[in-house]
């Protein structure tokens, strides 16, 4: 697999929310690095952090692969998505290391846009042995 081909298909699997898709794409000890700080390792583990993209609605990705070699490449991504359940609002809260934003109980859940860094390196396989994410949100007005 190339760095394009990931991000063909890790674009396909975060606009579709597919677990299964995005699992394929690693091997069987992969691991999936959603910050510097939490890993995902393994199918298992993967298909169960994506399950949070099934709060997400109206999700559009796009990429710029920024460098490619033969054993991965690093990629610029912007994700935007609407928050579609108070649960994911909370758990991006959380991950943000801010307080929440001013928004009372009832009042409509926010659109929010990723952007952020991919960096992978596959396997003699080709496939995903890690991806390192790093990423800033914010609320889209």
Not at 14 to 38: I, K, M
Not at 65 to 83: C, F, K, M, N, P
Request: proline share 3%.
């Amino acid at each position: 697999m190339t760095i394009d081909e990931f991000m063909a298909a890790y674009q396909r699997a975060w606009q579709t929310s597919d677990e299964h898709l995005l699992a394929s794409l690693f091997a069987p000890d992969g691991v999936y690095r959603n910050t510097p700080f939490a890993e995902q390792r393994g199918h298992e583990a993967i298909r169960a952090y994506w399950q949070r993209t099934k709060m997400q609605q109206d999700i559009r990705l796009v990429y710029e692969v920024l460098e490619r070699d033969a054993g991965g490449g690093i990629a610029h991504w912007r994700t935007t998505y609407q928050v579609a359940s108070e649960e994911l609002f909370r758990v991006w809260a959380a991950s943000t290391g801010t307080n929440l934003i001013a928004r009372r109980e009832g009042d409509p859940l926010p659109r929010l846009a990723l952007d952020g860094i991919a960096i992978v390196r596959f396997d003699a396989s080709g496939l995903a042995r890690e991806l390192r994410l790093w990423w800033h949100s914010c609320v889209v007005a």
